[in-house]
């Protein structure tokens, strides 16, 4: 099952129970959302980003610590200049600091900064008792020897991450089956990814435009799955 709540994730969250999901796929903004915006040739990321405050993001991460189920992990996306405040205040949940080297940089102040290539994810866990699946990974993700495909140009969103990114998280961190959330959806990647590996994903967006861009996007990676699997079963 896949369900994606169009409004607040904290309004969202504020009518569920505690200790409901099994991990928390968590990607809050970067910056000023409200001015701040690319667009591609075809103007297809021209929609503004909604802003949430710092305080806002902090409230959401706690909120989706309360609704994970004890001993579950959940993963904070996010990049050097945010980490530092995400840390100090839930610092002790943190095991890890992923580095997720895109394949690409921006360019940032060209003469007084280098480029930024990589994106952080931090590794969080409620509780003591969660192993990750499958083989010990290191904590620096992507480039040439990694099969993670880097930042391409066909998205809906402008932040938007690699749906392999998800599977990886996902598949590290539970089992075919389990129940995902996403306070950010945002172009629905992370939601694709849990479709694929089988998993139950509710998440939310704020953006009607952004909803709707994912919704649709779900309903056809569903009808493209849904085919594969009839034509494998009559051939």
Same mark, same amino acid.
């Given at each position: 099952m896949i369900y994606i709540h169009k409004g607040d994730c904290l309004e /969202? *969250?504020?009518? @569920? $129970?505690n200790e409901v999901f099994d991990v928390a796929l968590? $990607?809050?903004p970067y910056f000023d959302y409200k001015t701040q915006h690319r667009k591609d040739k075809k103007d297809k990321l021209s929609?503004? *980003? +909604?802003?949430?405050? %710092?305080e806002g993001q902090l409230r959401t991460i706690q909120e989706c610590i309360r609704v994970l189920k004890n001993n579950s992990p959940f993963f904070i996306f996010t990049n050097w200049e945010n980490d530092w405040w995400m840390q100090e205040r839930f610092g002790s949940f943190i095991h890890n600091k992923i580095i997720w080297d895109k394949g690409n940089w921006t360019a940032g102040n060209l003469k007084g900064s280098f480029g930024n290539k990589y994106e952080v994810i931090l590794l969080g866990v409620k509780g003591g008792d969660w192993e990750y699946r499958g083989p010990r990974l290191p904590d620096v993700w992507g480039g040439k020897d990694d099969l993670l495909p880097r930042v391409g140009t066909k998205r809906i969103h402008s932040t938007e991450k690699p749906v392999d990114l998800y599977k990886r998280v996902l598949s @590290? !961190? +539970? $089992? %075919?089956? !389990? @129940? +995902?959330? $996403?306070? /950010? +959806?945002g172009g629905g990647a992370s939601a694709i990814a849990a479709l694929e590996l089988g998993m139950t994903f509710i998440g939310c967006e704020i953006d009607e435009e952004y909803h709707r861009r994912a919704t649709e996007r779900v309903y056809k990676r569903e009808e493209e799955l849904g085919y594969a699997i009839k034509h494998s079963l009559e051939t």
């Amino acid at each position: 099952m896949i369900y994606i709540h169009k409004g607040d994730c904290l309004e /969202y *969250l504020s009518h @569920i $129970d505690n200790e409901v999901f099994d991990v928390a796929l968590i $990607d809050p903004p970067y910056f000023d959302y409200k001015t701040q915006h690319r667009k591609d040739k075809k103007d297809k990321l021209s929609q503004p *980003l +909604v802003q949430q405050s %710092r305080e806002g993001q902090l409230r959401t991460i706690q909120e989706c610590i309360r609704v994970l189920k004890n001993n579950s992990p959940f993963f904070i996306f996010t990049n050097w200049e945010n980490d530092w405040w995400m840390q100090e205040r839930f610092g002790s949940f943190i095991h890890n600091k992923i580095i997720w080297d895109k394949g690409n940089w921006t360019a940032g102040n060209l003469k007084g900064s280098f480029g930024n290539k990589y994106e952080v994810i931090l590794l969080g866990v409620k509780g003591g008792d969660w192993e990750y699946r499958g083989p010990r990974l290191p904590d620096v993700w992507g480039g040439k020897d990694d099969l993670l495909p880097r930042v391409g140009t066909k998205r809906i969103h402008s932040t938007e991450k690699p749906v392999d990114l998800y599977k990886r998280v996902l598949s @590290i !961190a +539970v $089992d %075919r089956g !389990a @129940i +995902v959330f $996403d306070p /950010y +959806v945002g172009g629905g990647a992370s939601a694709i990814a849990a479709l694929e590996l089988g998993m139950t994903f509710i998440g939310c967006e704020i953006d009607e435009e952004y909803h709707r861009r994912a919704t649709e996007r779900v309903y056809k990676r569903e009808e493209e799955l849904g085919y594969a699997i009839k034509h494998s079963l009559e051939t």
